[in-house]
């Protein structure tokens, strides 16, 4: 599924949410100096974040065609799956990856990171957990439970904080068994962004799992889902969590 993204990255570089300001300065403010490694670069979403901070960013990406459209969008990207990938000798301040980690092996993703890691450097892994208002998670739950009622997980069933928290919790994990870093922290940024029906909809599709399904349920799916948001005035605001897991290399550049 990780190498499945690319298949409409136009539509991912512009559905997919962005990430909050205040993420990226502090990131950049605890790191000792600007050069940066992005792991899943994707299209450049959280890159081009970085990037006009001052930031130079060379990405890693495992799916072909999304490395191509960060390359359009600037960026120089290197074709692989991070834990095969090799530095090269090359050393950076910083190692991110946005919405990515937990398809990188957290243990050998973190040890890996070190290796590419100055003295003093940082790496920070962070996802967007998005949650609706109460009368909207439900009318979405209700949508997935009749058009895809074999799903293993109804991803309006809990809290998205609370599904992001599993995957805090191992990449944080991995961290420490790969004994590279200090002290895992962990970090959360809150903030909103309105959707039109249209937006939303536009994202959906973007979704790993919802990218994989038959089109006639995804037409379905996205059928239900803008209907549902029509019944609420055609459109909503989404309450972003972004939470980060982040550790330092010991020592000093």
Not at 34 to 58: E, S, Y
Not at 103 to 124: C, F, S, Y
Not at 230 to 246: K, L
């Amino acid at each position: 599924m990780a190498e499945s993204f690319g298949s409409d990255a136009e539509r991912y570089d512009r559905a997919r949410p962005r990430y909050p300001d205040a993420m990226v300065e502090r990131i950049v403010t605890v790191s000792p100096g600007p050069d940066v490694l992005d792991v899943g670069i994707g299209t450049g979403i959280a890159a081009r974040q970085f990037q006009a901070v001052g930031c130079r960013v060379l990405g890693v990406e495992v799916d072909g065609r999304m490395a191509e459209m960060a390359r359009r969008n600037g960026f120089e990207v290197e074709v692989a799956a991070f834990e095969a990938w090799d530095p090269a000798g090359r050393a950076f301040d910083a190692v991110i990856s946005g919405q990515a980690w937990h398809w990188v092996d957290p243990v050998a993703g973190a040890a890996k990171a070190a290796q590419a890691l100055r003295p003093g450097g940082r790496l920070a892994v962070f996802w967007n957990a998005g949650q609706p208002p109460p009368d909207v998670t439900e009318a979405f739950a209700a949508v997935y439970r009749r058009v895809m009622p074999d799903l293993p997980f109804n991803p309006w069933a809990m809290p998205a904080t609370d599904t992001y928290a599993v995957l805090c919790a191992k990449a944080a994990e991995g961290i420490r068994e790969a004994g590279a870093f200090g002290h895992p922290e962990q970090w959360r940024f809150a903030w909103e962004r309105p959707y039109t029906r249209a937006e939303w909809l536009d994202q959906l599709p973007t979704i790993g799992s919802h990218a994989q399904l038959p089109p006639a349920q995804l037409d379905e799916l996205l059928a239900g889902t803008g209907g549902a948001i029509d019944a609420m005035g055609g459109s909503f605001t989404m309450r972003y969590t972004t939470v980060v897991v982040t550790a330092a290399r010991p020592g000093t550049a």
